[in-house]
């Protein structure tokens, strides 16, 4: 079975990640805090495609959030999952970085590190098709 890492980037990819991490986390019975409160073990059977077990039971997303303004990032975290998050997880990167070529590679450099941190030892990163 895959695991999935999910990139969302920029405002609208922001919003609408945090929409869907809403909406799978329901469907996979886990609870803003990333207890699983579900009542069917089909709701486990594939949970770790989208999601590492923590300690304690928890369940937290294999998502890494990219941004350059502080305004989406606070908006994902105040909102109803914000808390289901790594906080290391959230890429928030001076926007003077996004019209300069060099600078922006750091920014790439900055997600690939969070990447393969999410990814651990498993080095089989795959694109999606």
């Not at 909102?79 to 890429?91: E, L, S, T, W």
Request: glycine share 10%; hydrophobic share 35%.
């Amino acid at each position: 079975m895959r695991e999935i890492v999910h990139i969302q980037a920029g405002q609208c990819g922001n919003q609408i990640g945090a929409k869907f991490w809403e909406v799978i986390s329901d469907e996979h019975g886990i609870d803003p805090t990333g207890t699983y409160h579900g009542d069917s073990d089909l709701q486990l059977d594939r949970i770790s495609v989208y999601y590492n077990e923590a300690s304690g039971g928890k369940y937290v997303p294999r998502a890494i959030l990219v941004d350059l303004e502080p305004g989406t990032m606070d908006s994902v975290r105040s909102g109803p999952f914000g808390q289901i998050f790594r906080p290391d997880n959230f890429v928030f990167v001076i926007h003077e970085y996004g019209h300069n070529i060099s600078k922006s590679n750091l920014i790439i450099m900055h997600i690939f590190i969070v990447t393969w941190r999410q990814n651990q030892l498993n080095l089989d990163l795959q694109p999606d098709p």
